[in-house]
């Protein structure tokens, strides 16, 4: 009888890790920056279809890198995990925390377990409060640890540079024009410091507005609003467009589902 080939518990948990490491390292970048009136995500991703982006509860946001069908499984199931909240106890119930929290347990069972290979996929929960004193933003690696953020974070891709070049750049109080303009340029920078243009075609973004009057306070930018952000800084027409919208919240929201890799990989 053959002696069973031995791995240390130690060796294996640090192989799963990098496994996973690479996998979400190959996946472009997503940025997440605070501003004076909300929380501004900014992915590289061409796709219109595939999200990397979208909205979880009335003020709170999702943004992931990684495979495409692991971290959408994770979307659904913080909706779902939302939703059942709100409606079971109070809307107020459903934090970024819980969210967090749920998502990590999740996380943190598959990357121990070895029956299945660990997630590929690193999250971020955002949570837009009354004043930018109570914005939550807490990253979830792939082995389900918590790490809460303030100002500025980056995942996926390179995204250690990335968050290098947003931490010397970033202060409190920056206008929406302008903490778009910085994402676009950390994300435009390429592994050997060079710089891309990058085009609104190419980019996915969406805010969390606290002066939104819905009581939901996710929001897409697209097409000609967000070319126009890009170029001058106007933030003046994304508060005219909320101003005239009714009081539902608008349909850009949402997220289509599918399977696949990562958008814009």
Same mark, same amino acid.
């Given at each position: 009888?053959?002696?069973?080939?031995?791995?240390?518990?130690?060796?294996?948990?640090?192989?799963?890790?990098?496994?996973?490491?690479?996998?979400?390292?190959?996946?472009?970048?997503?940025? *997440? =920056?605070?501003? +004076?009136?909300? !929380?501004?995500? *900014?992915?590289?991703?061409?796709?219109?279809?595939?999200? &990397?982006?979208?909205?979880?509860?009335?003020?709170?946001?999702?943004?992931?890198?990684?495979?495409?069908?692991?971290?959408?499984?994770?979307?659904?199931?913080?909706?779902?995990?939302?939703?059942?909240?709100?409606?079971?106890?109070?809307? %107020?119930?459903?934090?970024?925390?819980?969210?967090?929290? *749920?998502?990590?347990?999740?996380?943190? +069972?598959?990357?121990?377990?070895?029956?299945? &290979? @660990?997630?590929?996929?690193?999250? !971020?929960?955002?949570?837009?409060? $009354?004043? @930018?004193?109570?914005?939550? !933003?807490?990253?979830?690696? %792939?082995?389900? #640890?918590? *790490?809460?953020?303030?100002?500025?974070?980056?995942?996926?891709?390179?995204?250690?540079?990335?968050? #290098?070049?947003?931490?010397?750049? %970033?202060?409190?109080?920056?206008?929406?024009?302008?903490?778009? &303009?910085?994402?676009?340029?950390? =994300?435009?920078?390429?592994?050997?410091?060079?710089?891309?243009?990058?085009?609104? $075609?190419?980019?996915?973004?969406? !805010?969390?507005?606290?002066?939104?009057?819905?009581?939901?306070?996710?929001?897409?930018?697209?097409?000609?609003? =967000? +070319?126009?952000?890009?170029?001058?800084?106007?933030?003046?027409?994304?508060?005219?467009?909320?101003?005239?919208?009714?009081?539902?919240? #608008?349909?850009?929201?949402?997220?289509?589902?599918?399977?696949?890799?990562?958008?814009? $990989?």
């Amino acid at each position: 009888m053959s002696t069973p080939f031995y791995v240390s518990p130690q060796q294996a948990m640090a192989d799963r890790a990098e496994y996973a490491r690479k996998g979400i390292a190959r996946g472009r970048s997503v940025v *997440v =920056l605070q501003y +004076t009136d909300g !929380i501004v995500f *900014v992915a590289e991703n061409p796709s219109r279809a595939l999200h &990397k982006v979208s909205e979880i509860y009335d003020r709170i946001a999702f943004a992931a890198v990684g495979k495409y069908n692991e971290f959408e499984n994770l979307r659904i199931a913080g909706v779902r995990y939302a939703d059942l909240r709100g409606y079971t106890y109070d809307r %107020h119930d459903v934090t970024a925390r819980g969210l967090a929290n *749920v998502y990590a347990q999740a996380l943190g +069972t598959i990357f121990s377990s070895a029956a299945e &290979k @660990p997630y590929e996929v690193e999250l !971020i929960v955002a949570e837009a409060g $009354e004043g @930018p004193e109570d914005d939550q !933003i807490y990253r979830l690696p %792939h082995d389900g #640890s918590i *790490v809460d953020e303030h100002g500025s974070v980056a995942v996926g891709g390179n995204a250690d540079q990335i968050s #290098s070049y947003l931490d010397q750049r %970033h202060v409190d109080g920056m206008t929406l024009g302008e903490a778009l &303009k910085l994402a676009v340029e950390s =994300l435009s920078r390429d592994n050997n410091g060079g710089e891309r243009t990058l085009t609104a $075609e190419q980019l996915e973004v969406a !805010i969390l507005d606290r002066t939104r009057p819905q009581q939901r306070k996710f929001k897409r930018l697209l097409g000609s609003q =967000l +070319t126009r952000l890009l170029a001058d800084g106007d933030a003046g027409a994304v508060a005219a467009e909320d101003s005239s919208e009714p009081g539902s919240a #608008s349909s850009d929201s949402g997220s289509d589902s599918g399977s696949g890799s990562d958008a814009g $990989e």
